[in-house]
């Protein structure tokens, strides 16, 4: 496994990757461009805003395809939770969840790309290199499950009569080549389309509380990881074949 | 029906309508205020950076509860389609699908709060107060359905042997209380949670293609837009009860 508790970097590593161009996001050296509004990126702290928002500067064309893998991640129950529980826990549980979830995609060089209420969308090899992005998007989904558990746990919802075995996290993963860019004209950060991303939006939404759907495809990337672990055959909406895919925690 | 065809604000209409606060976001008064950073926002071009992205500055609260029109709109069949089309004339309907929802709910003074992939979710009533935020948003799904019928129908894809009328939006409407504000430490940008923001997203997901579903609550606020609209009742994932909702457009 690779770049667990990696300390903080002070070029972005995005640009660097990217373009071997060294953008100083930490220390003295990074004032001077804080001044001209870059700074670093809400994604990831590792990289900067440039990354972020200026896709075609650093990769000279408006989208390319590229080999990444897509994790989505969100609250099972949440709309039944939303219906019965005050406002202000939801949005505590909301806050756990997302800052939980961006801190594990974050320790394995991922960037939180989407995030939508109770979900989110992390993107793993853009514009971070990583060599084994399979591997490191499963470390990032075990490590959600972890944490979010234990941090949702911590929550005192008993106050609304509320089970807390209720509360629990469903995660999907794939691995394939994705377009990536920027698809509308007035907004300037990007992100990923094509159908490895359905794909792994998908696996999420069969994901029952506290499991990590990982496809055939990203499983066999990252055999070390899959041992022991159940095999389950999914029809889903708009795909033909059926979907091969390996439960790897039930928490 | 307000505000179609407004000319563009030369103040923030978001900071204004919430602080009574003047920022120059057009014209020479402008130009001090860019050099700080302070811009057009991506989500609405009437409003600036600061409302997007100092919420806590504006409301002087983390987070808010306030009425709001939430639309969710998406392109039916994108999984399908994304398995067999080219993934340069995907990334066309993308930008084709974003850029025409996004005028639509510009004109109505909403704001594209999320865009993921082949989907949106717009607030109407904020930062901008809107008196009547049902008719705006329904106005808005309207314009969305018509203006994406005309741009999907124009692009050439008969190359691919696929049938255009496979192409589609689907659109949801709800209107109610939300948590509007930050409910995440380290994303800046507001968005809004809470129950009835799951039930717009859950009729989107319901609607066929050139559908607009709008929840009984928000048909009973825009009665003269209602006239001849079928109703249909659903048992959507999560909801207890069962939910009414009157179909709009059927393109």
Redesign the interface.
């Known amino acids: 496994m690779e770049s667990t508790a990696r300390s903080p970097a002070r070029i972005c590593r995005g640009c660097w990757d990217q373009m071997h161009v060294p953008i100083p996001i930490r220390g003295p050296l990074a004032l001077p461009f804080r001044a001209f509004?870059i700074t670093r990126s809400?994604m990831n702290?590792n990289i900067c805003t440039i990354c972020e928002r200026s896709f075609r500067y650093v990769k000279k064309q408006?989208?390319i395809?590229a080999a990444a893998t897509i994790l989505f991640a969100d609250i099972r129950?949440?709309?039944?939770l939303?219906?019965r529980m005050d406002?202000l826990i939801?949005?505590e549980i909301?806050?756990a969840f997302?800052?939980r979830c961006?801190q594990a995609v974050w320790d394995h060089d991922g960037i939180v790309n989407?995030?939508?209420?109770?979900g989110l969308?992390a993107i793993f090899n853009f514009p971070i290199k990583i060599r084994h992005h399979v591997d490191a998007a499963i470390a990032a989904a075990l490590d959600i499950q972890r944490s979010c558990t234990s941090a949702l746990r911590s929550l005192d919802l008993h106050a609304d009569g509320l089970a807390l075995d209720a509360l629990g996290v469903g995660i999907g993963v794939h691995t394939g080549q994705v377009?990536i860019?920027e698809?509308?004209?007035?907004?300037?950060d990007f992100?990923?389309?094509?159908?490895a991303?359905?794909?792994a939006a998908?696996l999420e939404s069969q994901a029952a509380a506290g499991e990590i759907l990982v496809s055939a495809e990203a499983a066999a990337q990252a055999p070390n990881l899959m041992a022991g672990t159940q095999t389950r055959t999914y029809r889903?909406?708009?795909?033909?074949q059926p979907v091969v895919a390996q439960v790897l925690f039930k928490g």
Chains 1, 2 share one sequence.
Do not use: C, W, Y
């Open positions: 509004g809400k702290p408006q989208h395809s129950g949440f709309t039944h939303s219906e406002p939801l949005s909301v806050s997302q800052d961006a989407k995030q939508m209420g109770d969308m377009e860019g698809f509308s004209t007035f907004r300037s992100t990923a389309i094509g159908s991303v359905n794909l998908r889903l909406k708009g795909i033909e």
